[in-house]
């Protein structure tokens, strides 16, 4: 059941969020994770430093040869920052990994505010990304881009997720936390490509480490495809994961700090 996951994304080097949250949510879950790495961020818990691109011909290169040898059962994308390197990752998939499912998690912006997916480039996650993914799993900022709407209020959020699915992925899950924040609740949208929807309800945690919450998310829905779960089944285990993960955050860092990605294997004891 282990089950292989690429994941395209950004590396985060405080280690809360990008491909280092992705490698250790697909691992505590059972999963083996490899990597193609789009970007280096220098960041921390109290923003974004500095970011420094991959070309994008290497990027295409790391999927080839992981693809060529180990081969993936799930594909998650993260940080595609600029709409060439949207191109090339989406080209080097149809080329390499066709009909392999793809969890698209469209990073927009850094928990600290730092922008992370060029404006001129959301058209090419409408246009390229959304129609190959199995599940896109945008916050609610996301949904309302790529909606080209207001998402306030939790009636915007399943609006917005009505119009998502109807722009090609099989499946949109909208995430709440940004939703009604004086809510006691977080509710998360899943809308099926049986045009079904369903509504998601967990306690809100009241943290502030909440760093790379959607990268967890999203990769851990991925390693549940990988190993063979349906697509509900996989979303339910990963809600429940991150939600542990959060209330379990050891308390790193001076502003918005990491989750307890290893829960599922020791708990945390500190420095």
Avoid: W
């Amino acid at each position: 059941m282990q089950g292989r996951v690429l994941i395209i994304a950004g590396s985060d080097s405080g280690g809360g969020a990008g491909i280092q949250a992705d490698i250790k949510a697909v691992t505590a879950l059972g999963g083996y994770a490899m990597t193609a790495i789009t970007a280096l961020t220098a960041q921390n818990t109290e923003g974004v430093h500095g970011i420094h691109e991959v070309p994008p011909e290497f990027v295409r290169e790391q999927i080839r040869v992981v693809m060529q040898d180990i081969g993936a059962d799930c594909i998650k994308t993260g940080m595609l920052h600029r709409s060439l390197v949207i191109d090339v990752v989406m080209d080097a998939l149809q080329e390499f990994a066709p009909g392999i499912p793809v969890v698209a998690d469209p990073v927009m912006v850094a928990k600290g505010g730092a922008a992370l997916l060029d404006a001129g480039a959301v058209s090419s996650v409408r246009d390229r990304v959304m129609p190959v993914a199995t599940i896109i799993t945008p916050n609610a900022p996301e949904a309302a881009v790529l909606a080209a709407m207001d998402v306030l209020t939790s009636d915007d959020a399943q609006s917005a997720g009505a119009r998502l699915s109807t722009m090609g992925p099989k499946a949109v899950l909208v995430k709440g936390g940004h939703v009604d924040e004086g809510s006691e609740t977080v509710c998360d949208y899943l809308f099926s490509e049986q045009d079904q929807t369903e509504t998601f309800q967990s306690p809100r945690l009241k943290t502030q480490h909440t760093h790379g919450t959607g990268c967890t998310l999203a990769s851990s829905i991925a390693v549940g495809l990988a190993q063979g779960m349906k697509l509900r089944d996989s979303v339910v285990r990963a809600r429940a994961y991150v939600h542990e993960a959060i209330r379990t955050a050891p308390g790193l860092g001076n502003g918005q700090g990491p989750l307890n990605h290893g829960h599922t294997v020791a708990p945390f004891s500190g420095s």
